[in-house]
């Protein structure tokens, strides 16, 4: 097999994406793992574009092995949710700062909601490859599952509460630091070339148009309606990562005093005073950066938790 379409696009990809990942990695460790979770979903999007690529390169040497083939596929199939993730992560920090000093109607709850449907969406989307690419193996026809339906019908939900959560910080982003306002700039510029990125899925996935067929597809629209909207949410994310400032991890964690009125009277909580500390906080930090803890952190969240501790505290001062 020699060298054609599909295969300069998936060169270009790896061309691309490596030095995205390494931009990736390094805001990662500048901004952190577990604070800024949405550079670490880069990581794992870039990742997923290279090994995509690499697998479909193979196929060059192995044409006959039908694992590339759907690996590949899979690999191409997933890959909105990382991007989705990120958004959210970024969408997160915003919500943080702007909440130093204002309340907003976002709560961190509803961001974690909406990371776990991303994440069942991923899910879904996984494991009906793999019953797809069994099919493929029998048939040499590509065809999405149920499962994959599913998982492509949480991503929409998930793009429409992005653009709410969206759209209601905007009429907060005035109480941001100057700094932290280009993130709503930057989720704001994206969200048309996510939507583009999620309708090449939806076609791909509840239709049988055999241009957007994920295996045989017209390469040329993969690469304009998936591959260059990809390309320029990475930019633009990795953009803005760098022009934001390091924030110390004190100051991450550092909230605006709470003003709590209890039978009459006022009580002012740091939240700082709060917060567990030391090894137990950073195990926090680590069991939150897993599936498993996103799961169930999703149903109880820390903002939540200190005003009723709030309010506990107040009523022990006022009968003290």
Request: proline residues 3%; contains cysteine; glycine residues 8%.
């Amino acid at each position: 097999m020699t060298i054609g379409y599909r295969e300069g696009v998936s060169i270009g990809e790896i061309a691309v994406y490596s030095p995205a990942l390494l931009i990736a990695i390094y805001l990662s460790i500048r901004h952190g793992f577990g604070r800024s979770a949405g550079w670490m979903f880069l990581i794992i999007f870039c990742l997923a574009r290279i090994i995509g690529a690499a697998m479909q390169l193979a196929t060059i040497s192995s044409p006959s092995n039908i694992s590339l083939y759907t690996g590949y596929a899979i690999l191409q199939n997933i890959g909105l949710s990382p991007l989705m993730l990120a958004t959210l992560g970024l969408l997160s920090r915003l919500l943080d700062n702007i909440n130093r000093t204002h309340h907003t109607v976002i709560s961190t709850r509803f961001f974690k909601f909406v990371e776990l449907v991303i994440m069942v969406g991923l899910i879904l989307g996984i494991v009906g490859g793999v019953n797809a690419s069994n099919d493929y193996v029998k048939t040499h026809v590509f065809v999405p599952s149920s499962l994959n339906k599913v998982g492509t019908a949480l991503f929409i939900v998930s793009y429409i509460a992005i653009v709410a959560s969206t759209i209601l910080l905007s009429f907060s982003v005035n109480h941001a630091s100057h700094g932290e306002k280009r993130i709503l700039f930057a989720v704001a510029f994206s969200l048309p070339f996510l939507l583009v990125r999620l309708i090449y899925s939806i076609v791909s996935t509840f239709t049988k148009n055999k241009n957007f067929n994920l295996m045989t597809g017209n390469i040329t629209i993969l690469l304009c309606v998936a591959f260059i909207e990809e390309l320029v949410i990475v930019i633009m994310f990795e953009g803005v990562g760098l022009t934001l400032s390091q924030i110390p991890k004190d100051d991450m964690r550092e909230e605006a005093p709470v003003v709590y009125e209890a039978n009459g009277v006022q009580y002012t909580a740091p939240a700082s005073q709060l917060r567990p500390s030391g090894s137990g906080n950073k195990a926090l930090r680590i069991f939150k950066m897993t599936i498993i803890g996103r799961i169930v952190m999703a149903f109880f969240p820390s903002r939540d938790n200190e005003m009723e501790t709030q309010k506990q505290y107040a009523q022990q001062s006022r009968h003290a």
